[in-house]
């Protein structure tokens, strides 16, 4: 029996057959026809456990889920503690918490004032309607090959096999240029009418090729000479993983 207070299971063949029933049935089939009956069960730094106590390392980390490792010491205090006190709040009116937060994203975010909060893929939706109400523009570029999440404006981002399947990849407000070609980059903001170019600083989902020299900066001087922003995807750069606070 594992029992884990909250639920339970007689084994982890019930857990294949309740996931495959309630959960995903596809992906669920996927890993055991490839013969990977793989459930995990405790966690901790980069280790993982599964139900038959097997031990692994974790050399995938779920991108930038688990920058800081899995069930961090530091960050699970942090939660226990705050949980005594707060819970999840009320957007409307000012926030202890939000507040102290804010304060310690800014200190160690150059150039910027403010921190905005957003749950997840959202931040990137966040970031093209703040971009598209601050030029009055709506056209958004992306490089080929890049990935940016599945939220709403996120996933037109994306090539086809992530814009497709949920009908957004016909529109001409999405555009997507080629990784380390400056000339058509150039091109596609001369005309003045691009919100925002977005960039994984480290093109992770596109397998980490090598930038050319000053490819980013180079992008940015671009946004800046047309008017358009420029949005970093830190989510698997970012919290340290390039070995300082943020990539950009």
């Known amino acids: 029996m594992f029992d884990y207070g909250m639920f339970k299971f007689s084994s982890k063949e019930e857990?294949?057959?309740?996931?495959?029933?309630?959960?995903?049935?596809g992906k669920t089939?996927?890993?055991?026809?490839?013969?990977?009956d793989l459930v995990i069960d405790r966690r901790e730094?980069?280790?993982?456990?599964?139900m038959d106590g097997r031990r692994l390392i974790d050399l995938h980390i779920n991108?930038?889920?688990?920058?800081?490792?899995?069930?961090n010491p530091e960050i699970v205090d942090a939660l226990k503690?705050?949980?005594?006190h707060f819970d999840i709040g009320n957007h409307w009116f000012p926030s202890m918490a939000r507040a102290a937060l804010a304060e310690a994203l800014v200190k160690v975010s150059p150039g910027f004032d403010y921190a905005f909060f957003s749950p997840g893929g959202e931040a990137v939706d966040v970031a093209i309607k703040s971009a598209r109400y601050t030029t009055k523009r709506r056209k958004i570029v992306?490089?080929?090959?890049g990935y940016h999440g599945h939220s709403?404006?996120?996933?037109?981002?994306?090539?086809?096999?992530?814009?497709?399947?949920?009908?957004?990849?016909?529109?001409?407000?999405?555009?997507?240029?080629?990784?380390?070609?400056?000339e058509a980059m150039q091109q596609a903001l001369s005309l003045?009418?691009?919100?925002?170019?977005?960039?994984?600083?480290?093109?992770?989902?596109?397998g980490f090729p090598m930038l050319d020299h000053g490819y980013n900066r180079a992008v940015k001087e671009l946004c800046q000479r047309y008017g358009a922003l420029y949005i970093a995807d830190e989510v698997q750069t970012g919290l340290l993983r390039t070995g300082q606070m943020w990539g950009w």
């Open 142 to 145: 992306s490089i080929v090959k």
């Open 15 to 25: 857990v294949f057959e309740k996931s495959e029933r309630y959960w995903n049935p």
């Open 45 to 50: 730094g980069y280790e993982l456990f599964d």
């Open 29 to 36: 089939r996927f890993w055991r026809d490839a013969g990977i």
């Open 63 to 71: 991108g930038g889920t688990f920058n800081l490792g899995h069930r």
């Open 192 to 206: 003045r009418d691009v919100a925002a170019v977005i960039i994984e600083t480290i093109p992770a989902t596109n």
């Open 81 to 84: 503690t705050a949980l005594d």
């Open 152 to 182: 709403g404006l996120s996933v037109a981002t994306g090539d086809a096999p992530f814009s497709k399947i949920f009908l957004s990849d016909r529109s001409d407000e999405f555009l997507q240029g080629q990784f380390n070609d400056r």
